[in-house]
């Protein structure tokens, strides 16, 4: 059976049912927090609780109310609500066995490819909306503080009224080949030695994800491309993404390093690919990422698979 390298995406399955009908419904928030079937999920600082193996979920107390909360959904006949509190000690950011039940502090990127994939999603959405709060405390229209509605997917101006709701910044993430089928791998400015990775960007206002995609190889590498296709999408609550995958062709094979953010960019046919990582040369991506997947696309096997051998 031919590799389908998205098949298992993590952070890309539904969680939860979103029930976003029901984010106005008055005392949404006050009757799961008093509801036996609630479960909690506590979030701080990118970290989530987990303990062997999956997200820590808990029963709603009394206490939750004095926090930020978060509504993320109901899974598994009850709500799933996420608390956030102030960044963890440093005995919780290394999860100390006799803290909170045993269960550990995680940050997402180290958790999530481990997770079962309808508690990643949960997870990502919990982050997200966490960072978002986190980033934007105060009405950009007046500077007041706002304050959080809708079962926290709204914060609210009291001074002027206004509504803001969650950031998400998109990205476009490709994976561009030449006419002999290399692959480009580039590396950023201030990136470690043998830290490679594929071409990505932000999308600017007023374009659209295939002239992004044109724009930011062209501006980081000095290359045009064609045949521009989508892969797969992925959120990316680092902190608050969404990476939409392509791949591409380029017209031409010589690179020019234009915007200063490229330090060195290279192709690279399977082979020698290969032969970089199993050098150490090139970092082999984790599978935790859509830029991994993109690779293991062109490469037509999965990266973790790759042994002494190549």
């Known amino acids: 059976m031919p590799l389908d390298p998205f098949a298992d ?21 006050d009757e799961a927090l008093t509801d036996l079937a609630t479960r909690v999920l506590d979030v701080t600082a990118g970290r989530v609780q987990t ?28 709500a799933v609500l996420a608390v956030v509190h102030d960044p963890p000690s440093p005995e919780q950011a290394t999860g100390d066995e006799d803290d909170l039940d045993a269960a550990a502090w995680t940050d997402l990127r180290g958790a999530a490819d481990g997770l079962p994939a309808a508690q990643a999603s949960l997870a990502a959405t919990a982050v997200a909306l966490a960072n978002w709060h986190a980033a934007h405390p ?22 002027d009224g206004s509504e803001h709701h969650p950031r998400t910044d998109p990205a476009v993430i490709v994976a561009v080949t030449d006419p002999d089928d290399r692959l480009l791998l580039a590396r950023n400015q201030g990136w470690p030695e043998g830290r490679f990775a594929i071409i990505a960007g932000f999308v600017e206002p007023g374009e659209t994800l295939a002239a992004a995609v044109a724009r930011e190889v062209g501006e980081e590498v000095g290359l045009q491309v064609e045949d521009v296709r989508y892969a797969a999408d992925q959120p990316w609550p680092f902190p608050a993404s969404l990476m939409i995958g ?65």
Not at 9 to 29: I, Q, S, V, Y
Not at 53 to 78: C, I, Q
Not at 151 to 159: D, L
Request: net charge positive; aromatic share 4%.
């Open 246 to 310: 392509f791949s591409a062709r380029a017209t031409g094979t010589e690179i020019t390093l234009l915007d200063g953010e490229i330090a060195e960019a290279g192709w690279y046919t399977r082979q020698e690919y290969l032969e970089a990582v199993r050098s150490g040369r090139v970092r082999r991506a984790g599978r935790l990422s859509i830029s991994a997947r993109l690779v293991e696309q062109w490469l037509g096997r999965r990266l973790d698979d790759l042994d002494d051998r190549g």
């Open 51 to 78: 303990r062997d193996g999956e997200l820590r979920l808990r029963p709603a107390t009394a206490s939750d109310a004095d926090r930020l909360v978060l509504h993320l959904g109901r899974l598994d006949g009850g």
């Open 138 to 159: 105060r009405c950009p229209r007046c500077g007041e503080p706002a304050e959080p509605a809708a079962a926290g997917w709204v914060r609210r101006c009291p001074a």
């Open 9 to 29: 995406l993590p952070l890309t399955l539904p969680g939860a049912d979103r029930e976003g009908h029901r984010r106005t419904d008055p005392g949404r928030l």
